[in-house]
């Protein structure tokens, strides 16, 4: 996908009258300032050249969400944060051609996943909280996951808790029936995939539960088909099955001088487990197990490093996937940190492949 930024990552499709859109970041590495959110649009020429959407000269603009509203705003959603740190993140929201207004929502509060309409109108936003811990520097230790719902189109929002989940983020919610929804979430222990279940429409949340596809602290994205099963974009390797890949963090490039200690306590959080292959799994069990795992495409994965200068890094990472009317699947994510990979992939390959294995 066209970008002008030596570092590309974290796209997000989206439907739209123009086309199908896809976000993401970009500049040259995350953490810095100079990380903005960029859009292109596919149309029947192809994809339109990136458009940068923000530009905040003191915050890296992360993860971006697209939401065309019911009442007729497009909306984009991300993150803003100093630095490396995540505990001090906001999330921005604007519409089309609009100023970003803040959310009010708790400090150190990320977003990635689509937001979703309740069948009473509310919004549910999937949230992550990167929890602070006074004088300790942000690992990711003590993440846990929460649903943000509006009642009045997003004026307003109030914040449910996912008991228990401490490690369980980037939650992504699957509409299973009226107000039935499940959410499944990457770790940040690098072990499996979880899933929750909501029965009242997102009010309460049983405990994260392991699936059995298993999650490398990298992201997922999950939605429901058309013929009622569950299919997951995702790396399935962990942290078992490579105990060798280890970084200290996730923003050791940065060198920013910051001499306070890691955040103790907590879970242990496992970062440069392999970002491949790319595969879609595949479940007909609500999302419990995921028998069927296609490949999409494979690599080595490596991501002990960030920079995308040095070529060290070869993930194929952040999946975001959706179905057209047709059945179609779309699906994009980062390919090496140096650029967004489009791939479409039609109903009658995944049947073919569903029945191979």
């Given amino acids: 996908m066209p970008s002008p930024c030596v570092q590309n990552h974290a796209a997000f499709l989206?439907?739209?009258?123009?086309?199908?859109?896809?976000?993401?970041?970009?500049?040259?590495?995350?953490?810095?300032?100079?990380?903005?959110?960029?859009?292109?649009?596919?149309?029947?020429?192809?994809?339109?050249?990136?458009?940068?959407?923000?530009?905040d000269p003191d915050r890296s603009e992360q993860n971006p969400v697209q939401f065309d509203?019911?009442?007729?705003?497009?909306?984009?959603?991300?993150?803003?944060?100093?630095?490396?740190?995540?505990?001090?993140?906001?999330?921005?929201?604007?519409?089309e051609g609009g100023e970003p207004v803040d959310l009010p929502l708790p400090t150190g509060t990320f977003v990635r996943a689509p937001i979703r309409i309740r069948a009473d109108g509310a919004w549910l936003?999937?949230?992550?909280?990167?929890?602070?811990?006074?004088?300790?520097?942000?690992?990711?230790s003590h993440d846990t996951a929460a649903l943000a719902i509006s009642a009045d189109a997003g004026q307003s929002w109030r914040v449910v808790h996912v008991p228990a989940s401490m490690g369980c983020v980037h939650m992504t919610l699957v509409p299973m029936g009226p107000d039935h929804y499940a959410a499944f979430f990457r770790r940040r222990q690098a072990d499996f995939v979880y899933r929750t279940e909501s029965l009242d429409g997102g009010e309460s949340w049983s405990?994260?539960?392991?699936?059995?596809?298993?999650?490398?602290?990298?992201?997922?994205?999950?939605?429901?088909?058309?013929?009622?099963?569950?299919?997951?974009?995702?790396?399935?390797?962990?942290?078992a099955l490579h105990p060798d890949a280890r970084r200290e963090s996730l923003y050791d490039e940065l060198g920013d001088e910051d001499d306070r200690p890691s955040a103790s306590g907590g879970c242990a959080p496992v970062w440069g487990v392999p970002r491949a292959p790319m595969v879609?799994?595949?479940?007909?069990?609500?999302?419990?197990?995921?028998?069927?795992?296609?490949?999409?495409?494979?690599?080595?994965?490596?991501?002990?490093?960030?920079?995308?200068?040095?070529?060290?890094?070869?993930?194929?990472?952040?999946?975001?996937?959706?179905?057209?009317?047709e059945g179609t699947l779309h699906l994009a994510y980062t390919y090496h940190r140096r650029a967004i990979k489009y791939v479409r992939l039609s109903r009658s390959w995944l049947d073919a492949q569903s029945h191979t294995g």
Wanted: one cysteine or more; charged letters at 20%.
């Fill in 14 to 55: 989206s439907p739209s009258p123009q086309g199908l859109s896809c976000l993401w970041f970009g500049g040259s590495l995350e953490g810095k300032s100079d990380i903005s959110i960029w859009r292109a649009t596919l149309g029947e020429g192809g994809w339109t050249p990136a458009q940068r959407l923000t530009d």
């Fill in 69 to 95: 509203a019911p009442d007729g705003r497009r909306l984009i959603l991300h993150t803003a944060q100093p630095g490396g740190n995540q505990d001090a993140c906001v999330v921005r929201m604007r519409a």
């Fill in 125 to 140: 936003l999937p949230l992550f909280l990167c929890v602070s811990r006074p004088g300790q520097r942000w690992t990711g």
């Fill in 207 to 239: 405990t994260p539960q392991a699936t059995d596809l298993p999650n490398n602290n990298s992201s997922i994205s999950a939605i429901a088909l058309s013929d009622g099963r569950i299919a997951i974009a995702c790396n399935p390797v962990n942290a």
């Fill in 280 to 325: 879609l799994a595949l479940s007909s069990d609500g999302g419990h197990s995921f028998p069927d795992r296609i490949l999409v495409e494979d690599g080595p994965g490596d991501c002990l490093s960030n920079d995308s200068l040095d070529g060290r890094n070869h993930e194929m990472s952040y999946p975001s996937l959706i179905e057209d009317a």
